[in-house]
């Protein structure tokens, strides 16, 4: 596996190329052209001008999170082609810049919900976290308005204002696609982008829904290991993978986590590792990685990871915000860096003990 960091780019990320360099271990970022919109044909010069700038920095480009999916391929309008044609440029244009993972989600309209940004912790650190009642109790429209204000300053991925704007007419667009209709527009899109990736060896990665159960009606269709190896199956390339991000999954605790992981071998191209602590069923906060800190056991899921032999880019995922960094929530610098050095420190033994032979 490759040890990297998400980095949104100068100008948006409050984290430097220089200080995610200095983290033992972190040889490369996942990132992205932040300021395009979903749809959009990506540039070659800015994709070039990214790689390089990482790799100027003594970094890799280890992969995108995400090139976003229009609106219109979810649905499934006739406008979907354009979209489609243009996602395949994109791809064209990432392949030859050397460029072999790419991050992508099926949610309609809002990408990750969550209902607090800075829920406090006993020991002072802020967190992400949800609560159903709090969820049940907001009017969608309204959802972007209640939680920007926690966004220190930062455009949080998958809130983009532009997009929010539009909710209401998004919400409608929406009305007549359920389930079987988002699996049968996703298929579609696969199938379509497939011959691209094979020229170009190009892993897609699916991200979970987050959380993994259907939000304000919207259907939510990666969720669960059924519905995953139902989606593997139903486009049964090795190109056709996933992100395996344990905190998405994780949401729903009847997920086995690292059974789902073995389930998938040879098709996790990408992995978010990240604890949560659940405080009921309905409730739950990001907690720092570490086993003890909240309801997961990292090992197991490490473990299973190795077990499978995964050989592709890995990331801790949202961090607490401490040590008064004020950062984009989820995405600072400090406890992530914490997180990486712990997963490594997780790999490293489990590594060790598999040459020596100790199960
Ligand atoms: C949130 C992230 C998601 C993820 C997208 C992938 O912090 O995990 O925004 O990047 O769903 O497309």
Same mark, same amino acid.
């Given at each position: ?61 280890? &992969? ?43 949610? +309609?309209? %809002? ?27 907001? /009017? ?36 007549? /696609? ?37 939000? %304000? ?40 986590? +690292? ?6 071998? &040879? ?16 409730? %739950? ?75």
């Amino acid at each position: 596996m490759q040890m990297t960091l998400r980095w949104y780019g100068t100008g948006y990320d409050t984290v430097t190329l220089k200080q995610i360099r200095q983290i033992p271990g972190v040889t490369g970022v996942i990132s992205t052209l932040y300021g395009t919109q979903p749809g959009e044909t990506w540039k070659m010069e800015d994709i070039l001008a990214l790689k390089k700038e990482i790799e100027d920095a003594g970094l890799s480009l280890a &992969g995108i999170e995400s090139v976003n999916i229009h609106d219109a391929i979810k649905i499934g309008t006739p406008d979907r082609e354009q979209y489609i044609d243009n996602y395949i440029t994109t791809l064209e244009r990432l392949g030859q810049a050397d460029v072999h993972m790419v991050c992508y989600n099926f949610m +309609p309209v %809002f990408d990750w919900t969550r209902s607090e940004l800075a829920r406090k912790r006993p020991d002072g650190s802020t967190v992400l976290a949800y609560n159903q009642a709090a969820i049940d109790a907001i /009017v969608p429209e309204k959802m972007f308005e209640s939680i920007a204000g926690e966004m220190n300053g930062t455009v949080m991925p998958g809130w983009e204002p532009e997009r929010m704007a539009h909710v209401k007419e998004l919400f409608e667009a929406y009305k007549d /696609v359920d389930d079987e209709k988002l699996f049968a527009n996703l298929k579609y899109f696969l199938e379509r982008i497939m011959p691209v990736c094979d020229k170009y060896d190009i892993n897609m990665a699916i991200h979970p829904d987050d959380p993994a159960w259907s939000v %304000f009606g919207l259907p939510r269709i990666i969720i669960n290991k059924k519905n995953i190896l139902r989606m593997m199956q139903m486009v049964d390339n090795p190109h056709n993978g996933v992100t395996f991000c344990s905190g998405s999954y994780g949401t729903n605790l009847e997920n086995d986590l +690292p059974d789902m992981i073995r389930s998938l071998k &040879g098709r996790i191209h990408f992995a978010h590792v990240r604890n949560l602590k659940f405080n009921s069923q309905q409730d %739950f906060e990001e907690a720092a990685h570490l086993s003890s800190d909240g309801s997961f056991d990292m090992y197991e899921l490490m473990l299973a990871l190795y077990d499978i032999g995964f050989d592709g880019p890995i990331r801790p995922d949202h961090g607490r915000m401490i040590w008064d960094e004020v950062a984009m929530p989820g995405y600072g610098l400090y406890d992530r860096a914490l997180g990486a050095t712990y997963l490594n420190g997780l790999w490293e033994a489990i590594e060790k003990s598999h040459e020596r032979g100790i199960k």
